[in-house]
């Protein structure tokens, strides 16, 4: 079986693991801060809140931006629904903006087209792992009063014009699922350069307490810790932050090995007439957490039928990213003008990559498409 992605890991995270649990402290505590800094320090933002998931950590960002019931939250249809399931935990309502073709984003454009009275954030999404144009987009967003949320789930050691993704907005978010490029099993950091943001964020997630559990725990006074406002258990024990520091040591290795893989499947497919696929925006670098390929309509087999060409020889695909518009939660919101996110959602694949992907393996998948390539027009394998 090849599967679609399979996370790296070795002896050393479960080392780490059991270090901290023969430590006798498992909960948030000093792993968890120094898994912070240590994030902090590599993508250049001042402060990372590290909290359960992305998913969460994006509420949180809404939160700080104060983001609440009269609001629009403009995100990309074209993203895992978490995104804008965010706007709905405020009260917001998220609206859908279609995707550029060539890096699967939003841009300055397709926000242009969606932008109200109402707007007061964007949500914007490094899809795969591909950097969004960021300078258009803050260019737009910045005088008009509309935060700019990155949803870097996907994104870890991708870059923008030369710098890492995670410093270029005041709310970053990163995901550590283990789908994406480094794990914790769940988990997630929230990254901001507003200090005042990142002292609430931090109380937020522990309930609105106006002191950690673990600074409390190593005070020598008496202290009544307070509950300034309601928060919520957000927290990331540091069992999760000593797996997170080891795969951190591990990123430049990860996305090294996943560019040169995914360089070979380019390198492949540019002699397939009509394919497109993930490739480096002028402006930056991806770390391919996704390699996708988008089907012309012209290709002799359905997207489904290559999956499941794919499936018969023990390959694992994923049908492109979702279209989160299309789904029975926004149901409503489906008389979209959103033609390249539908095109994608129709025509979209997401190869295998992962970090033991050997040339052999990578071989047998490219024997599928190039085998399904050479089918005449209109034959199908059902
Ligand atoms: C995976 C993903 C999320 C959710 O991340 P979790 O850490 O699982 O909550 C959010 N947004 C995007 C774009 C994702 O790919």
């Not at 307490?209 to 919520?232: K, P």
């Amino acid at each position: 079986m090849i599967p679609i992605m399979r996370p790296w890991l070795g002896s050393e995270e479960g080392a780490a693991a059991a270090e901290v649990i023969s430590s006798g402290w498992i909960a948030q505590g000093p792993r968890v801060e120094r898994f912070e800094h240590a994030l902090a320090a590599r993508v250049g933002a001042s402060d990372g809140i590290a909290v359960t998931s992305c998913t969460t950590a994006l509420h949180l960002a809404l939160i700080v931006l104060g983001v609440g019931p009269a609001d629009e939250v403009i995100v990309p249809s074209l993203s895992f629904i978490a995104t804008a399931n965010a706007a709905r935990y405020v009260a917001a309502t998220p609206v859908f903006a279609d995707v550029e073709i060539d890096t699967l984003n939003l841009s300055a454009r397709t926000i242009e087209r969606v932008l109200t009275p109402a707007t007061r954030a964007v949500i914007l999404v490094h899809q795969g792992g591909t950097p969004a144009d960021l300078d258009e987009i803050h260019r737009l967003c910045d005088p008009r009063g509309i935060a700019v949320i990155e949803d870097a789930a996907c994104a870890i050691g991708a870059t923008y014009k030369g710098r890492p993704i995670g410093g270029h907005s005041d709310l970053v978010a990163f995901s550590f699922h283990p789908r994406k490029v480094i794990t914790t099993g769940e988990g997630g950091m929230l990254m901001t350069s507003n200090p005042d943001w990142a002292e609430r964020l931090r109380r937020l997630r522990e309930h609105g307490m106006n002191m950690s559990a673990a600074a409390r725990h190593s005070l020598t006074s008496v202290t009544i810790e307070q509950y300034l406002e309601t928060g919520y258990n957000y927290r990331m024990t540091d069992i999760q932050a000593a797996v997170g520091l080891v795969q951190l040591g591990r990123l430049d290795e990860i996305v090294a090995r996943r560019r040169r893989l995914a360089e070979r499947y380019g390198s492949f497919l540019d002699d397939i007439p009509g394919i497109a696929f993930a490739k480096d925006p002028a402006y930056g670098t991806t770390n391919y957490q996704s390699f996708w390929l988008i089907l012309p309509e012209e290709f002799p087999v359905t997207r489904n039928d290559l999956m499941a060409r794919m499936l018969e020889r023990g390959i694992s695909t994923r049908r492109g990213i979702m279209a989160a518009h299309l789904e029975p939660p926004y149901a409503t919101s489906a008389s979209l003008d959103l033609p390249v996110t539908e095109r994608l959602d129709r025509q979209a694949v997401l190869l295998p990559l992962y970090h033991e992907m050997t040339e052999e393996d990578q071989d047998g998948v490219m024997a599928v498409i190039q085998d399904s390539a050479r089918l005449a027009p209109g034959r199908t394998s059902t």
